[in-house]
C-alpha cells in the first residue's frame, strides 16, 4: 500500500520526442548554413554532443519556453547574439507571429524610429534614432527627422538603445553622411564567397554629406543596424565614435528554417565586411574612439563638433586674410 503511494507521487515521465527530432534539425541547419564554416562544424558537434546527454529538456511542456531556452543555450555555444529560435507552428517563416509582429506594432508609439531631434548650442543639431524599422515604415519620419538637421554645422548620431531592424534603412541612413560616388561603405559575404555589392540609394531626405563634423554615440545596447552605420563611418574617418562598446552582432540573418513540432530557426548567414578595415564589429562591438560614460556622452560629444568647427574657423580665416 505504501509502496503503491510512494510511486504515485513519482513525476509521469515527459516524452521529449520532438523536442529531440527539432534539436537534432538545430545542429544540421547550423552545420550547413551559418556563416562561418569552422564555427558552424564546431557549434553543431557541441549542439549533437549535448543532445546526447539529454542536457536541453528542461521546458518539454512549454514550446515557447523551450524555444528561449535554445535560444539562450544557442547562442551561448555560437557566441553569437542573432541566432535565434521562435515557436510558430501556424506559420511558415519565424518571428511573423510574436516578437517581430509586436516590434512593427509598436514603431508610430517609437516615433518610426526617431526618438529626439534637437537643435544645440552652436548650430550643432542631435538627432536620436532608437529603431531602424522597414523603408517603407521609417520613411517619413526619418525624411523629416533629416530635414531638421540639414541646415546644422555639426551633428550628433545617437545610436543607444537602438537594438537594430532593417538593412534597407541603415543603408540610406549610412550613406547620408557620404558624398556621392564614395567608395561602397560595407561589402558581404556568405561561407560560399562574396555576395553582390548593395548600391548606393537614392535618398530620399537631403544628404547631410560627408565634410561637415559628425560624432556618433554607441553603448551595448547598440546592435546589429546601428552598428553597421557607426563602424563603417567611423572606418571611413568619416565620423568619431563616444560612448562605450556597442553589442556586437554583426551576421545577418538567413530565411527561417523549420523545425519539427513547429519550432523554427534562424541563422546567420552573410557578413559584413568594411573594405577598409577587413574586418567587422561581430563579437567585439564598435570600438569608440572616445570612450565616455552614459551621462558625459552627448556633452563629451558637443565639445568635440565645438573645437573642430572653431578650428574649421580658424582655418578658413587665415585662408582668406589679406
Not at 3 to 31: G, H, K, N, W
Not at 96 to 120: I, M, N, Y
Not at 203 to 229: C, H, M, N
Request: aromatic share 8%.
Amino acid at each position: 500500500m505504501i509502496s503503491a503511494f510512494l510511486l504515485s507521487l513519482q513525476p509521469i515521465p515527459v516524452d521529449c520526442t520532438e523536442e529531440r527530432a527539432a534539436v537534432a534539425e538545430m545542429a544540421e541547419a547550423i552545420d550547413s548554413k551559418y556563416v562561418l564554416a569552422d564555427v558552424a562544424t564546431r557549434s553543431a558537434a557541441a549542439v549533437r554532443k549535448k543532445l546526447h546527454e539529454g542536457a536541453f529538456y528542461q521546458h518539454c511542456t512549454d514550446s515557447e519556453a523551450f524555444a528561449k531556452h535554445m535560444t539562450k543555450q544557442l547562442r551561448a555555444i555560437l557566441n553569437d547574439g542573432h541566432v535565434f529560435v521562435e515557436y510558430a507552428p501556424n506559420s511558415s517563416q519565424a518571428g511573423e507571429d510574436d516578437w517581430l509582429e509586436e516590434w512593427r506594432d509598436g514603431a508610430p508609439a517609437r516615433g518610426f524610429g526617431v526618438k529626439q531631434v534637437e537643435r544645440l548650442k552652436g548650430n550643432i543639431s542631435y538627432l536620436h534614432l532608437t529603431d531602424f524599422y522597414e523603408f517603407s515604415t521609417a520613411e517619413k519620419a526619418m525624411t523629416a527627422a533629416f530635414e531638421l538637421v540639414s541646415s546644422s554645422d555639426g551633428l550628433i548620431l545617437d545610436l543607444r538603445n537602438n537594438p537594430g531592424g532593417s538593412p534597407e534603412t541603415e543603408w540610406p541612413v549610412q550613406w547620408t553622411f557620404m558624398a556621392p560616388g564614395s567608395t561602397i561603405p560595407l561589402h558581404r559575404e556568405t561561407r560560399h564567397g562574396k555576395k553582390p555589392d548593395t548600391k548606393e540609394p537614392a535618398l530620399q531626405w537631403p544628404r547631410y554629406g560627408a565634410e561637415r563634423p559628425l560624432a556618433i554615440i554607441v553603448d551595448k545596447s547598440t546592435f546589429s543596424a546601428p552598428e553597421a552605420v557607426a563602424y563603417s563611418l567611423q572606418a571611413q574617418g568619416r565620423a568619431f565614435v563616444f560612448g562605450s562598446p556597442s553589442g556586437g552582432g554583426a551576421h545577418m540573418l538567413g530565411d527561417a528554417v523549420p523545425l519539427t513540432g513547429g519550432w523554427h530557426i534562424v541563422i546567420p548567414e552573410t557578413r559584413p565586411y568594411s573594405p577598409h578595415t577587413g574586418g567587422n564589429w561581430e563579437g567585439t562591438g564598435v570600438t569608440p574612439d572616445i570612450e565616455t560614460t552614459k551621462e558625459d556622452a552627448v556633452d563629451t560629444a558637443q565639445k568635440w563638433i565645438a573645437r573642430k568647427l572653431k578650428s574649421k574657423r580658424a582655418a578658413s580665416k587665415t585662408e582668406t586674410a589679406p
